[in-house]
Nanobody
């Protein structure tokens, strides 16, 4: 059974930092691309960043230079380091992977950035 469990969200002031974690099980972690998405109130879910099985990374323009995705293969966990947070980063953050039978999502973790 595939499981993705996010943690690490919270309330932070603008300019602050948070690190989100996504612990996975039921997948061959090192062979799968992982992604972080976010959904703000009243908005569509959007891609934040992805990391391929080979370690290549892409970032949305809005987070380039501030956010970093990285993974610990031994822990089957992907992380999202978020620095210089802005109020517009406020959203529920989800991790994601796509397998042969479809996309899998975690339950999400709330990030709130106060101005």
């Amino acid at each position: 059974q595939v499981r993705l469990v996010e943690s690490g969200g919270g309330l932070v002031q603008a300019g602050g930092s948070l690190t989100l974690s996504c612990a996975t099980s039921g997948i061959i972690f090192e062979l799968n691309a992982m992604g972080w998405y976010r959904q703000a109130p009243g908005k569509q879910r959007e891609l934040v960043t992805t990391i391929t099985s080979g370690g290549s990374k892409i970032y949305a323009d809005s987070v380039k230079g501030r956010f970093t995705i990285f993974r610990d293969i031994a822990k089957n966990t992907v992380y999202l380091q978020m620095n210089s947070l802005k109020p517009e980063d406020t959203a529920v953050y989800y991790c994601n992977t796509v397998l042969g039978d479809g996309a899998y999502w975690g339950q999400g973790t709330q990030v709130t950035v106060s101005s």
